[in-house]
């Protein structure tokens, strides 16, 4: 079955524009989770979606946001970009719910800001 | 979810077991062990998870002490692919997918 999909998977955007990134999950997969990783901060979980919605969130700023549709596709906004922002941007797909389950990421979709 | 530690680093020569622990010792009793890696520029790829027993897949051999607090990951004839930054994650099975990431340990696999 296909994997996860995220779109685009490069981007390069100017200081105080803002982005909207996609992400397909797997078929029949129905939780969302969005990522972001930098060199300094590693791995940093963003919020996840469920349902449509938003069950949990990390620790991002509110320039960070994200819906989910009703057939689980996800998009991830960044308003007002600043150059910390510039990252590769991961989201994952799992059944939750449903014990015993992983999550399966996408190749990322790599933020460049300038 | 527990916090775990992992060295920053590990050789192994390409063709031997390449044995990678976590220590997880804050680990509660409904909290698995999750093992997922990530190959340069990559999304992370799971491995395999357990709870308390022993587990292996295609991939690798989890083993976990009886007490939990801690575990090794075995890749039991580790190849040049297999080079890549290991997590060791220890979550809530029903926190969907979220996954609280550390450092991870850098496995580099020499021929």
């Known amino acids: 079955k296909a994997g996860v999909t995220q779109t685009p998977r490069y981007l390069i955007k100017t200081r105080g524009q803002q982005v909207t990134l996609s992400c397909s999950p797997i078929s029949g997969h129905r939780s969302v989770s969005w990522y972001q990783q930098t060199p300094g901060q590693g791995l940093q979980f963003l919020f996840e979606y469920f349902s449509e919605t938003q069950r949990n969130k990390g620790n991002f700023p509110g320039r960070f946001s994200g819906r989910q549709f009703s057939n689980s596709r996800s998009e991830m906004n960044v308003s007002t970009l600043e150059l910390g922002d510039s990252a590769l941007y991961l989201c994952?797909?799992?059944?939750?719910?449903?014990?015993?389950?992983?999550?399966?990421f996408g190749q990322g979709t790599r933020l460049t800001v300038v | 979810d527990a916090k775990t530690t992992q060295p920053p680093s590990m050789d192994c020569a390409e063709g031997r077991a390449a044995n990678l622990p976590c220590n997880h010792s804050t680990i509660s009793g409904n909290e698995y062990v999750y093992w997922y890696r990530q190959i340069h520029s990559q999304g992370p790829q799971y491995i395999i998870h357990g709870l308390k027993n022993n587990e292996t897949n295609e991939m690798a051999s989890l083993i976990i002490t009886e007490d939990r607090k801690s575990s090794t990951l075995i890749l039991p004839h580790a190849t040049l692919r297999d080079t890549a930054v290991y997590y060791c994650i220890v979550r809530v099975v029903t926190s969907g997918s979220r996954l609280t990431f550390g450092e991870g340990t850098q496995l580099t696999v020499n021929p």
């Open positions: 994952a797909s799992s059944l939750w719910g449903v014990l015993n389950t992983e999550a399966f």
